[in-house]
């Protein structure tokens, strides 16, 4: 892991050295970065990081909404909206082929070298759009070089891989060279949350109403994280949401990478008090009290479907396919098997 990031505590908070931070990212590189509006960016570190953003799109009542990063909108609002009007469902979709296009192909007119960091296909069918729209513009632009990632992680550990990409570019790795490395780094970034409740989990599908029903009654939380394709899985059941909070401390103190040059990133859907609390608990550990830490509200496209009152805390750490379940064991062997020899 590499161990010479420039980020400082106080170039996450305030906007002038981030500023300083994204031009001694990315003054050297010779890589164009595109990436999508879910990762959960703080204010300020697209702009100075240099990349371009695709950003995705979500219904709401008033109709077809533009994930701007909350430029132009304010999360409590948001969510405060949702924790009023429960029946009330938002939704989102992927991004056409198209919108991928007209992307990619400024980029190709341009004619540097480019990577696109997307959101992890075990999310959403987002990345097959951008793979179709890679393989359209290979067609147009023989010669340009276009390498499309999928994170396999999601939110603002999605943001965490894209900040190092930067870097590891600034350093004079080229696009083929950081695709190569992305794809082995990304799996030792996690990512770990929990819910104030189930119910836009059920509402969107991806729990049963009756059992987001009984986790209400009988005060469950659970700690969730995801999968090697990015899909969410379930880490345990919490008695309460202070026992949910602290599982998630135990796991960043099991998986932690211990390098303090490499930023954190603790984002919520409208939870700032209990994201506050998991910095604090961050901070009292051993190594972490000057680490950066980047704090930041969860996109309405992400947060659709966990609600208000979720909070998660993500971190480079332990390589994620060392420690697989199972039934994960299986598959990769099933995948490794249908190979061509």
């Known amino acids: 892991m590499p161990t010479d990031s420039p980020l400082t505590s106080a170039d996450a908070q305030d906007p002038t050295d981030v500023k300083r931070v994204g ?3 990315h003054q050297r590189r010779n890589v164009r970065f595109i990436v999508d509006s879910t990762a959960d960016y703080a204010p300020g570190v697209t702009d100075a990081l240099g990349v371009e953003v695709i950003p995705f799109t979500y219904m709401t009542p008033e109709g077809e909404q533009v994930d701007d990063l909350w430029a132009t909108s304010d999360p409590h609002e948001f969510y405060e909206a949702m924790r ?32 696109y960091i997307g959101l992890s296909g075990g999310l959403s069918s987002s990345i097959d759009s951008a793979r179709q729209a890679q393989e359209m513009i290979k067609e147009r632009y023989p010669g340009f070089e276009l390498y499309v990632l999928d994170t396999t992680c999601d939110s603002a550990a999605g943001e965490l891989l894209a900040i190092e990409m930067v870097h590891q570019a600034s350093l004079g790795l080229s696009a083929e060279g950081l695709y190569a490395w992305a794809c082995d780094a990304r799996y030792f970034v996690h990512g770990y949350f929990t819910l104030d409740s189930f119910d836009s989990l059920a509402a969107g599908g991806r729990i049963p109403p009756a059992a987001a029903n009984v986790g209400s009654k009988l005060d469950i939380k659970p700690e969730l994280s995801y999968d090697l394709t990015g899909a969410l899985t ?39 008090k209990d994201a506050d609390w998991l910095e604090r608990e961050v901070r009292k550990e051993e190594g972490c009290e000057d680490v ?6 969860v996109s309405p496209i992400l947060g659709s479907h966990v609600g208000p009152g979720m909070v998660a805390l993500c971190f480079w750490g332990t390589d994620r396919r060392e420690k697989l379940s199972l039934t994960d064991r299986i598959a990769r062997k099933v995948r490794k098997g249908r190979q061509p020899s």
């Open 23 to 25: 031009r001694a990212y």
């Open 84 to 115: 009023k009007n429960p029946t009330v469902h938002y939704t989102t979709s992927a991004v056409t082929p198209g919108r991928y296009y007209e992307a990619f192909e400024r980029a190709a007119l341009d004619g540097m070298p480019t990577v």
């Open 234 to 272: 379930l880490r345990g059941m919490c008695r309460g949401r202070k026992k949910a909070l602290k599982a998630i401390i135990q796991d960043f103190r099991d998986n932690y990478a211990h390098d303090a040059s490499l930023p954190l990133a603790i984002v919520s859907t409208d939870a700032e």
């Open 292 to 297: 950066t830490i980047i704090r930041s509200q």
